[in-house]
């Protein structure tokens, strides 16, 4: 087990480390920022010379893969981090530095057991891309075919353990500071965000993860994901059809192809909503660098390391609220928040409502170049601390990829309103799902299946089968000795909190700094960007 003065020694130097690159500004100069963090964000940067212009991406570089899966999501919201800033964090997606080909060539030879030249007739040292997690090299197979091969960087996979194994160590220190540390449970976030991480250095399940959503978009027109080569892809190795297009990023190629981005704007938000809400499985690291367009208009996604899933409930309750706002229909939208358990029952629905509509009432019917999906989050957010409503890291992931999606539709048609494109749709399936035939049907499939499960239900006590609410049941927490605990029992405590009150404020210093980056300046989980971030996945260029 790793001791306390090693995760305080790594968060220090985090937090260092974002001084020296003046990052830390943006927490202190925030007015979302607690006050004692500001003040640790002070400690932090003493004796340290910050620059003029502050690097974003430099200082997430420095720290690690973890923070760098943060600044890409910060990347694709200018209007929350600022042109600046958002033009810098933009290296982070494109422009790191790419292994050695010798070590790349190892990695792919140890974990096939193969020599490369068996796999592949061409392989170019020279990579197309390289990012946090893995870099992207062109090759072609033995048998004649054009494809991409994506192979982790060495030691990523060990490095990544240590971080989150800090995060953790911090997050449960917050949380047991209690107030609204414990209120976002950034335990729990941290927990989801190890899992994604998990998936995203087996590219074996990346893989799966692509095949799984091509059979759902099979029927999406203009959207595609590339086929996964199987005999030559394994958990450091994944190899995938070459995509030969443009980056969705580059208007000037777009506009030269004759393509039109208004209706390829609305392309996307819809196909964003078909995976969301129709299928409940969405690709949910869709920034600029992993979506392409081909000669024929199709927009093409990469980068299938962090996906979200939400189950049937869930996406009805989504439909309902996004359609409720849409309509403005906030009573509708309060009632589903506490059918949910989303807000505590001894809060009044009404008042709710009411507070939603503030929120809501001033941004529909305008376009998102006035009003965004991303201001309508924040002040959603400032209504959830009022009301007690805790974070549900289920929906993280969903939030960051819609205001991910939001913000490449603007960049396409600047004049789009998401809620005009995504109500037609949400109307159709909330009338195809929750219709009175399918109201029947559902009914006659759970009446049927509950039959089935009586005489198993008889034997279990009804204890383990507490309801549920909106949120799915918390995963097991690691457990962490807590500082104070410890000396506590060992019998060493000197003059009450003394003795740890320094090396908590060190724990929260590192957690604010690379943890609740996103929290504070916006001012609640996240922007999917927050978290951290989930992460999310390695980002490729292309050129045909």
Known sequence: ?????????????????????????????????????????????????QPVVPDYAGAFRAIGPAAIKLGQTLATRPDLVGEEAARNLLALQDKLPPVDFALIRREIE???ERPLESLFSRFDEEPVGAASIAQVHQAWTVDGRKVAVKVLRP???????RDIETYEWAAAHLEALGGEA??????????????????EVDLRREAASASELADAMHAFPGYRVPGID?????????????????????????????????????RLVLAFLTQAISGGYFHADMHQGNLFVEADGTITAIDFGIMGRIDRQARQWLAEILYGLTTGDYKRVAEIHFEAQYVPSYHSVDEFATALRAVGEPMRGRPVKDLSVGQMLDGLFAITRDFDMQTQPHLLLLQKTMVMVEGIAQQLDPDIN????????VRNWIRDELGP???????????????????ALIRRIEERFPPKGGAPEAPPLPHVDLMWERKRRDGQAQGGSGGWAGLVLAAALGAAAVLGLQAWHHPHPPHPQDMPPPPPADDWHRHP
């Open 437 to 455: 035939e399918a109201a029947i049907a559902q009914r006659v499939q759970d009446d049927a299946a509950t039959l089935l499960r009586v005489p």
């Open 230 to 266: 199987w005999d030559r892809t394994n958990g450091r190795v994944m190899t995938l059809d070459w995509i030969d297009g443009v980056k969705i990023s580059n208007l000037d190629a777009i506009d030269a192809a004759g393509h039109d981005r208004k209706e390829m704007a609305s």
């Open 110 to 112: 140890t974990s096939f």
């Open 418 to 425: 998401m809620w005009e494109t995504a109500a037609p749709f």
């Open 155 to 161: 030691g990523v996979r060990e490095k990544l353990a």
């Open 1 to 49: 087990m790793t001791r306390p003065a090693t995760h305080i020694r790594r968060l220090l130097g985090w937090g260092r480390i974002l001084a020296r690159h003046g990052a830390l500004r943006l927490l202190e100069e925030s007015p979302n920022t607690p006050a004692p963090v500001r003040r640790l964000c002070r400690i932090a940067r003493f004796g340290t010379r």
């Open 182 to 199: 414990g209120r976002l449970r950034p335990r729990l976030i941290i927990a989801n965000f190890k899992r994604w991480t998990a998936r």
